[in-house]
């Protein structure tokens, strides 16, 4: 998963305004190759639509082979309500640009048989060969669509009942009364959205802050459905700076560094959009924890390897930047961030040594204590002095910090063998000045 922040909501939807756009032509729709489009409504997505109207008056973009399926409409709401998504979606975007009637989906609150509508419109969905980019929003509970707490992640599109804090947040269109509120509602499913090419995630303002960092930081979890996109291999969220202040500095260092380091003192931040390349589709630029996907980082005759499983933004980052492509001499050819990864100093974790590949590794150090049975009283001593239980056995991490040679190396037969490892041991420092 992609994390994208900008400084206000107005940029933020312009990324993904430009993104949409970029996406649209770059593909080249025609009437038997549509592209297939699915949409949010809210008042996140608001100022995108803007921005899309405004792309399509100046002649940026058309919508005649743009196919739409709007995610999520309340239960009981005629599409003529103002509050319907129908309504919404007629006033914020459709009236607007050239999409034919007949190139809009939306679901219908008040079918008679409502299953059969939700089975519909997966089929609709199913015959247009799938959605190829799926644009949402995250509630403050972190729904996805109106896929509420305790949904599914393999959820498919079907009747919901919304939960109070949807239903508080979105009173404030109903003249704020939660009795006008709708209690249930149709929607795409978590693995509906799943099944889509590419997800875009837009959320904005502090008070999405908290369910962002749910979303981002913590593990998938159908308490905060929005989290289910770091299962997905193409999906970005793009948020503000007020929503992203609940995460961790070092979610943002990262995700801004990636930027940063793919678009480079000469490049505008345009360079994270998606770019088409030669090979006729359209690729995208993705932000990955593995990094960034560009014709310019993947040269053609090089392979990069980008792992599709979840990876946590914040945790490893390293060694899955180490590129897996050779030259003619069979060199390894890295990037610029790989290279300024490998020039970094080799981290003094033997766990990580591993995975580095490298053979400049530090002395052998043993974590053999430089005496148990001192340490055996000390820790004694204290589990008595603060009243907690002890088997006397407990090695606290200071325990640790006297280091010594390993003295089972002078147990090893092989005389030669076993000078050398002595020899590269590290002395204890405290030894010499006892
Ligand atoms: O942007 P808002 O108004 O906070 O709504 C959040 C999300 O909730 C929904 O209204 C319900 O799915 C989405 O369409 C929207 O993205």
């Not at 492509?325 to 390894?332: H, K, V, Y």
């Not at 239980?389 to 089972?408: F, H, K, Q, V």
């Amino acid at each position: 998963m992609g994390l994208i922040i900008r400084d206000n909501a107005e940029s933020a939807s312009s990324y993904v305004a430009d993104y949409i756009v970029d996406r649209i032509t770059s593909f080249s729709p025609t009437q038997t190759r549509p592209f297939v489009l699915g949409l949010p409504t809210g008042s996140s997505p608001l100022g995108i639509y803007k921005s899309l109207v405004e792309k399509y008056k100046a002649g940026l973009v058309s919508f005649e082979n743009v196919i739409t399926f709007n995610m999520d409409e309340y239960i009981s709401l005629p599409p003529t309500h103002p509050q319907s998504y129908a309504s919404y979606m007629h006033d914020n975007f459709f009236s607007h640009v050239n999409i034919p009637p007949q190139n809009i989906n939306l679901l219908n609150g008040l079918a008679p048989d409502l299953a059969a509508e939700c089975s519909r419109y997966e089929s609709k969905i199913a015959a247009a060969d799938g959605i190829d980019l799926f644009l949402a929003g995250l509630g403050e509970d972190g729904h996805l669509a109106f896929n509420e707490p305790g949904s599914s992640l393999a959820s498919r599109t079907r009747v919901v009942t919304l939960a109070e804090d949807t239903i508080l947040a979105n009173s404030r269109f109903f003249d704020d009364d939660v009795d006008k509120v709708p209690r249930m509602a149709l929607t795409v499913g978590v693995k509906t959205v799943l099944e889509a090419k590419e997800v875009l995630m837009i959320v904005l303002g502090a008070r999405k802050a908290r369910a962002l960092k749910k979303c981002v930081e913590e593990g998938v979890s159908c308490m905060w459905t929005g989290s289910a996109l770091q299962m997905h291999e193409r999906a970005i969220v793009v948020c503000d700076e007020e929503a992203a202040g609940e995460l961790r500095w070092k979610t943002v260092k990262y995700f801004k560094s990636i930027e940063h380091r793919e678009s480079g003192p000469d490049h505008s931040p345009d360079q994270s959009l998606p770019i088409r390349n030669d090979l006729g589709a359209s690729q995208t630029n993705l932000k990955t924890a593995a990094g960034p996907l560009t014709p310019e980082s993947t040269p053609k005759a090089t392979a990069t390897h980008t792992s599709s499983s979840p990876i946590s933004p914040v945790a490893e980052t390293a060694p899955t930047l180490l590129t897996t492509s050779f030259d003619a001499d069979q060199s390894p050819v890295y990037t610029s961030l790989e290279k300024e990864i490998l020039a970094q100093p080799v981290p003094k974790s033997h766990g990580l040594l591993g995975l580095l590949g490298t053979s400049s590794f530090p002395p052998i150090e043993s974590a053999t204590r430089h005496s148990r049975e001192p340490s055996r009283a000390r820790s004694h001593s204290h589990s008595q002095s603060d009243g907690h239980a002890s088997d006397g056995d407990s090695e606290t991490e200071s325990e640790y910090i006297d280091l010594e040679p390993d003295r089972m190396a002078s147990r090893l037969s092989d005389a030669a063998f076993a000078a050398e490892a002595l020899r590269r041991l590290t002395p204890n420092p405290e030894e010499g000045r006892r």
